[in-house]
DNA sequence: CTGAAAGCGCTTACAG
DNA sequence: CTGAAAGCGCTTACAG
């Protein structure tokens, strides 16, 4: 391979020179650059990733660390990661995609061999078992999902309270006083999935102070069960008339399901979803929703662990708890409810 | 950082002794090999990657380059992506996960530095730009997706002119002889998607021998398009009893469409779609279909990669093209149509 | 079976 | 403004 020492000698002058005219890093003689420029095009000299890391102690790499929790909605996490890996190549970083089950194992493998200068986290627990690792670890992170301590890392996240809180709202202003709330498995609840209950957990405050009557259920994340739960959920509560979904698949099998039972949106039934504007386009997720705002979070993760990394926040700087406010992406699922119903 | 130079002055050996120990690459006497792996275990060394990298020119590192076409449905990609890094860290290497628009820019970046010991490449083209420099570059690669010319590469990839085959002589078996086909977007095919054509031709081929009337079209990859697509599909071709999906927004929006038009599967009309299996089940498509294979392809061409990476391949050894034949994961979507119709 | 030393390809104080 | 040299933390022939 061609080496910085090769530049140097095709250019005639010494490696630290060449190294210099390269960076920057100091002065030099426009002619001479000219010729060590020259040089790298004639020998295509590109430095040598791991050599650069050594010398630095930085590898211009960040750690994305995935978390796959059995019967969430999977696909989903691509939007984050593109998010993540987009942002981290415009501001010149690339990107280890760490998917294995153990994440604490996979974020000490990173952290101490030295592979990266800093993590984002996905799907954040509110008691993630990696951010003890993170904490102790030489490299900053940040995190897009928000767990119950903050301290000493970076946080990003839907704001799902307020999510929660803007959907019973947005119900209990166009008149409705019955509704029924989907939200995702009760297995990921249990496995760490936070956001869930902070969603349900508002939505079901707000309803009370609103004196609305919430029926908040868990439904299944797959066909054909979680048609079957909704046709249950719909039965149990025959005079509710509107619908809150925190689940992807419920807002896929609603459609068939309300049909079959007879039923129209928004004439018989309000709806509303949490769920990303593309999945809406493509799977015919017909329902007003509030967007997961994935590749706005991946995105300021990035952002913000790229300024900790390149030393940009003051040391004592507090750290950051970022929540984006829900907004309501009209598809004209909802309405008054129908009089007397 | 904790270095070996560390872990030789804890056990009181040299370095290369505590290096050999750790490697195994030369016998060392039982008790000095104990007291190093102590030394280890107290100071919690790990070796530092990019030094190692220097060392031996092997970074355990494997570069992903995924692509994604305008239109195309990205979230698939996942399955891919997932197949990828969870086979390579299987087999103990880490995955550089590359998005960027420009792949070419990315292969030349990654080879050049030397960041990663070989390529795998997604969604792979006819003649996808990337193979130029894919072959001159120092790392072996391996392919996601069916180019034109293979050699130097492994490829594998679902068997897409089989599966337009398959398609087209279960429903001749069953007693169809019209046909409708809806592919992914125009644009898709456009911009390389080579695997759209390939199904298109061989199912037009096959149909043409079996006196079977198949009408070909592009559908839109976005609501409320494909639905307005499918109808005019349907309104073309009145005695149709049969249709083709090689789109999921397809898939996705065919159900609305039938009901609307009073249509039932698979009593007045049979059909078959290619798509992932875990998307059927989380967004009710709900069509017999035939499985990408995502994960076994990931997984596949990891190995294939690796193998060649650590030399277990012999150097004049043939490149291998591996298909993966379809099947039909049966979910009572297809009947013999209806007598008269 | 073990150690001292060279070398991987960079960057960056240190001298001039 | 430039060069010679040290050093980053490993691995691995070379000697013994």
Avoid: C
Wanted: glycine letters at 8%; a negative charge; zero cysteines.
């Amino acid at each position: 391979m061609v080496t910085i020492g090769d530049v140097a000698r095709v250019a005639g002058v010494s490696r630290s020179t060449a190294s210099y005219a390269l960076s920057g890093k100091r002065a030099i003689t426009p002619a001479v650059r000219a010729k060590v420029l020259e040089a790298v095009q004639e020998l295509g000299y590109t430095p040598n990733a791991g050599a650069r890391a050594l010398a630095t102690s930085h590898t211009k790499v960040i750690g994305l660390l995935a978390r796959f929790l059995e019967d969430e909605f999977a696909p989903a996490m691509l939007q984050y990661i593109l998010g993540v890996t987009n942002e981290a190549r415009e501001l010149g970083y690339d990107t280890l995609l760490v998917s294995e089950e153990d994440g604490v194992h996979a974020l000490e493998r990173l952290a101490s061999s030295r592979m990266v200068d800093g993590f984002v986290l996905l799907n954040v627990a509110e008691n993630d078992d990696r951010l003890g690792v993170l904490r102790q670890a030489a490299q900053p992170g940040a995190l897009v999902g928000l767990p119950e301590r903050t301290s000493g890392v970076d946080v990003f996240d839907l704001d799902f309270v307020g999510t929660g809180r803007l959907m019973v709202d947005h119900m209990h202003e166009l008149g409705h006083r019955e509704l029924i709330l989907v939200s995702q498995p009760q297995h990921v609840v249990e496995r760490g999935g936070a956001y869930v209950w902070r969603l349900a957990n508002a939505a079901l405050e707000r309803a009370a102070q609103l004196g609305i009557d919430l029926h908040a259920y868990f439904g299944s994340s797959t066909q054909p069960s979680i048609g079957e739960d909704l046709n249950r959920f719909l039965d149990a509560h025959p005079d509710a008339t509107g619908l809150l979904l925190n689940n992807e698949a419920a807002a896929a099998a609603l459609p068939s399901v309300l049909a079959e039972r007879g039923l129209h949106v928004p004439a018989d039934v309000s709806v509303i979803g949490r769920y990303s504007d593309d999945f809406a386009r493509t799977f015919s997720l017909p329902f007003s929703s509030i967007d997961s705002a994935a590749d706005e979070l991946g995105r300021a993760a990035v952002q913000q662990l790229v300024a900790r990394i390149e030393g940009r926040i003051p040391e004592g700087a507090r750290n950051v708890v970022h929540l984006i406010s829900p907004e309501i992406l009209d598809r004209g699922s909802t309405a008054a409810p129908r009089v007397g119903s």
